[in-house]
Structures are given as C-alpha cells and as structure tokens.
C-alpha cells in the first residue's frame, strides 16, 4: 500500500489490537485509524472460516464502502474478505455476496439489523466488533441499534473503538460495553492536526453566497467541500454555483443512493471540483487532493467542526479550511475555539477587485503553463505576423482577457436565509478531564515534517511526525 512507516496512532494500538485487547482510540483525522484497526484485526483472522469474524460499524454508507475497501486491500494476500452492507443497496444482492462467506462485514446500523431479523447476518462467531466514528455511533441516533447489535454478539468478542473526537462521557458511556479497555486520546490542544490551516471570516447571512464565489476567484482550490446545513440549503447551493459557472454537485440524505454514489464518484475523480454537502460527508471519508474545506454554515458543535475540516489536510498533506461566521454567531465560533483550543484566523472578506485579480492571476498561469509545455511550432507563424502588425503588449493582454473568467455579476441569486446558530453553554469538562495518554510521539503534530508536496507525499519518509 505504500505506507513505510505507522502512524502514531498505529504504532501505540496495533500491538493492542494484536493481543484481542479492548481498545478507545481517539487521534486526529487522516491519521491512519482505519488501518490501525485493519491491521491487527485481518492478522488475527483465520481465512478459511466460514462465519463472519468481524464487525465495522460505521454512521455513513459512503463509509462503510470506503472502510471495506481498505480493508480488502490490507487483507488481499491473506485473502480476507471484508463486503459492505449498508441501505440504499439492493437487498438481495447482498444476501447473494453474503453466501460467499466474508470474513468481515462493514455495516450501517440500521441494514444490519434489517439482516439480523432476516437471518441473513448472525453474528454469533464474532471475534472483533469495531465502531469506527465511536462517538457518532453512540451519540443519541445510534445508541439503542448499537446495543440492540452488541446483544447478539459473543460476549468475549474483542472490542474497539476509534474516532478523532471521543467527548468523556461517551467514552464513559463505552466502558459499560467493554472489557477494561485501554484508552488512547490525543490532548484537546491536539484535536486538530496542524497542518490544516484554519481560518474564519465575519460574513453576513445574505452575503455568505458572493462571498463564497469570491474566494473561489481568489483562491481557486483543485477541490474542495463546502459545507452547509441543511438538505436545502446544500441543494439551493449546489444550482447557485452550477448557474456562475462552477462545477459543483451537492450530496445529502435525502438523495438516492445511486446519486449520492455518481456525486461522490465523480469527486473523487476530479470530474467535479465542488462536492456540496451536509454532515453526511463529514467524518471518516478520505479523498485524497481536498485541499480546501468551507463551512458556508459554522458547524453545529466542536466535533462536528473537527471532522468536517478533517476532510482535507490528510495524510501529512496541507489543507485549509475556512468557516463563514454570521455576527451573531461569533459566540458559537469561540465556543468551538474554546473546545478544540485553537484559534481560528480571522481574515476580511476579499473584494470584486481581490476576485478579478485572482482570475487574472488564473489566466496568467494557464498562459505561463502553456509557454512551458512548449510545442507552440504551430502557432508561431502566425504569432510573428500579428508581432508585425500590432504591439507585442497590447497582444498578450487580449490573451490574457480571453483566458480570463467573465467576471462573476454579483446579483440575482438568492438562497433561503438560514437562522443563526446559538452558542450552548461551553462544555469544556468534555475533553480535559482525565488523563490523556499521549506519551512519546513528541514530534507528531508540530509542524515542519510533512510539508511535502503534491503527490509523493507517501514515500516521504518523516511526514508523520
Ligand atoms: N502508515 C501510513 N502511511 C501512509 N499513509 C497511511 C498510513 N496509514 C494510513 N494511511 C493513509 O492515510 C489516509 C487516511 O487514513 P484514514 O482514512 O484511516 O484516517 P482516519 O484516521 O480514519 O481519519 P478520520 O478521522 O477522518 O476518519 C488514507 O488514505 C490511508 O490509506
Ligand atoms: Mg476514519
């Protein structure tokens, strides 16, 4: 798989893992928690049982696809097979995969349970129970299916639980379920990894969508999510783009899975540059090349503002993330400051002038490229004979106004107005109670190591640290 070396997280729980020890990991996002539970788990697998020996569960489909997809490639020589089992997807084709006998089952809760009642699934020969998203997964919308599950399972099964947020109380919440389990979290100054920058800008409701386009002139991110909350709101936003020209498309719950699948497929892929989504795609999904995150909308909560910005900044790589605050919500900003303990940057709203200069910058670039790549013999002839007739300078500036995006009209647009989000009372007990045991890694998280870029990132030998 290319890795050379494990990630903290990895190199701390896979020796755990190994032993069939309970585990809580929390460490920060893009860090290799899948293969941290992958690793270990497929090890201790037997290849030629017949019944399911391990369990993923995680909150999102597009995730269990995902986690099942790594694990099929950490387990390809041992021939371990993990199949995803989620909603949206055919039913009997699933009861078709799962009479090849996986050895591993990727499940959101709610399909799982509709297999359990089928007889389809049985889960009584389980080593391994892992809740990826630990705390999604137990939070209020999951807890009960969550239980309902673990009751079928032996009780001797291993289990582990992993996510880059994992707020005491849930943690406390998970003893209940496991056996001693070693606990592994990061500080709550290390919730984020430091190689996202982070940024936040004081915009008004109305004012969110020209901004938006704004930033985009100015910045022009290869890819980027942008963030909204609601079904809506990520609908209504996706067309407002789509109509100024920006390849977008939006994914939401409410969405077949067949689209969400096209959606998702076709970032992934670079065919879209703008995935548009609500928290659906917030946690655990690795695109590799995310190199700007938006919150057009502040984040409910810490760690949902945690696992959205975790989108980009993966792996080692640099990533920005940039959250839209409206004035009343500036208290909702600093509550999550106050959470992750680190402070976001303000910056000012860029200007039409600060947009225009960045698209010209744009078309500056693409003619440079050009120049660069070379092979222009076709052209040249031409070239010299409008040299004769014209000014060389007046020449490369038509140019470069072709090249350069309409300048955007700021008008017309409108988006349903969503209300602002209200500060709750800060909660700061949820991660600094406790001990952390972070011990070793000093090195992990400081910024210097990793600053690679592009796309030999992997082979770069210190970039975890
Ligand atoms: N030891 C390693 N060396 C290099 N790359 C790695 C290593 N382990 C994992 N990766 C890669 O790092 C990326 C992020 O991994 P992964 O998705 O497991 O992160 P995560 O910690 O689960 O993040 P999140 O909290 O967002 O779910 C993946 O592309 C994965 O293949
Ligand atoms: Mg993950």
């Not at 399909?111 to 089928?118: A, S, T, V």
């Not at 890694?441 to 975890?464: D, I, L, Y």
Request: aromatic share 6%.
């Amino acid at each position: 798989m290319g890795f050379e070396e494990t990630t903290p997280i990895q190199e701390k729980t896979i020796p755990y893992g190994l032993q069939g020890k309970d585990l809580i990991a929390q460490a920060q996002t893009g860090t290799g928690k899948t293969a941290a539970f992958g690793i270990p788990i497929i090890q201790r697998l037997e290849t030629d049982a017949s019944d399911i020996q391990a369990l993923v569960l995680t909150p999102t489909r597009e995730l269990a696809v995902q986690v099942a997809e790594e694990l099929n490639r950490i387990g390809q020589f041992k021939k371990i097979r993990a199949l995803p089992i989620y909603g949206g997807q055919d039913i009997g084709r699933q009861i078709k995969s799962l009479k090849k006998h996986p050895n591993i089952i990727v499940a959101t809760p709610g399909r799982l349970m509709d297999h359990m009642r089928r007889r389809t699934i049985r889960l009584q020969s389980l080593e391994a129970v892992v809740l990826d998203e630990a705390d999604e997964m137990l939070n209020m919308g999951f807890i009960e299916d969550i239980e309902n599950i673990l009751a079928e399972t032996p009780s001797e099964r291993q289990t582990l639980l992993f996510s880059a947020t994992m707020p005491i109380p849930i943690q406390r919440l998970a003893k209940k379920f496991m056996r001693d389990p070693q606990v592994f979290s990061v500080k709550a100054k290390e919730m984020t990894v430091p190689n996202i920058t982070q940024q936040y800008m004081e915009v008004q409701e109305k004012k969110k969508f020209d901004v938006l386009c704004r930033l985009f002139d100015v910045q022009s991110p290869k890819s980027a999510i942008v963030f909204g909350r609601t079904k809506r709101r990520v609908d209504e936003l996706g067309e407002a783009l789509n109509k100024r020209g920006y390849a977008a498309e939006g994914i939401h719950g409410d969405l077949n899975q067949a689209k969400r699948d096209s959606v998702l497929g076709k970032f992934r892929r670079g065919a879209i540059d703008f995935l548009i989504a609500t928290d659906v795609a917030a946690r655990g999904l690795d695109i590799s090349g995310v190199t700007h995150v938006y919150n057009f909308d502040i984040p409910q909560d810490a760690e949902g503002y945690v696992h959205r910005i975790g989108r980009t900044g993966r792996a080692g790589k640099e990533g920005l993330a940039l959250t839209f605050v409206t004035p009343r919500e500036i208290d909702h900003l600093h509550t999550i400051e106050a959470l992750t303990k680190r402070k976001m940057e303000r910056k000012p709203v860029p200007s039409i002038g600060d947009a225009i200069e960045g698209q010209q910058r744009l078309a500056v670039d693409g003619l440079l490229e050009v120049v660069q790549q070379g092979n222009l013999q076709g052209f040249k002839v031409l070239a010299e004979e409008l040299l004769g007739e014209h000014d060389s300078a007046i020449l490369v500036a038509a140019a470069l106004k072709m090249l350069t995006k309409e300048t955007i009209k700021e008008d017309a647009i409108k988006l349903t107005a969503e209300p602002p989000l209200r500060a709750k009372k800060s909660n700061n007990q949820r991660y600094s109670k406790g001990r952390p045991q972070n011990k070793g890694g000093k090195n992990w998280g400081k910024p210097g190591g990793g600053k690679g870029k592009g796309r030999s990132n992997r082979s770069s030998s210190n970039k975890w640290k």
